[in-house]
């Protein structure tokens, strides 16, 4: 099993960027792709990107696509998103969460099910 820890949100404006990181300890890392998912108030928890073990092909929803970028350092066993132009309508808490045996395209048409370990999560709130 792996924890995962998340950092990195916060009060932004529209149009700003953010960046927010995720360490993981515990069983090998590259065991895990990893993928990054939101949810915002009433809603249900959404995919927004995913990156594979070796950090070389990543997937991302529609609604981030060209503003969004997930990469991966495997020696530091961290994950991080950045996000660009931000949109009042990005206001989620991010999660963080790994999946042993999904790849990023599984990842993204099953979500959050089929996701074995989660971070706690961080609020990003983008204002108008």
């Known amino acids: 099993q792996v924890q995962l820890v998340e950092s990195g949100g916060g009060l932004v404006q529209a149009g700003d960027s953010l960046r927010l990181s995720c360490v993981v300890s515990g069983r090998t890392f590259t065991d895990y792709s990893m993928a990054w998912f939101r949810q915002a108030p009433g809603k249900d928890r959404e995919f927004v990107a995913a990156?594979?073990?070796?950090?070389?092909?990543?997937y991302y929803a529609d609604a981030v696509k060209g503003r969004f970028t997930i990469s991966r350092d495997n020696g530091k066993r961290t994950v991080l998103l950045r996000m660009n132009s931000l949109k009042p309508e990005d206001t989620a808490v991010y999660y963080c969460?790994?999946?042993?045996?999904?790849?990023?395209?599984?990842?993204?048409?099953?979500?959050?099910?089929?996701?074995?370990?989660w971070g706690q999560g961080t609020l990003v709130t983008v204002s108008s």
């Open positions: 990156v594979s073990w070796s950090g070389d092909t990543t």
């Open positions: 969460a790994a999946s042993r045996d999904s790849g990023v395209i599984t990842i993204a048409r099953i979500g959050a099910a089929n996701m074995d370990a």
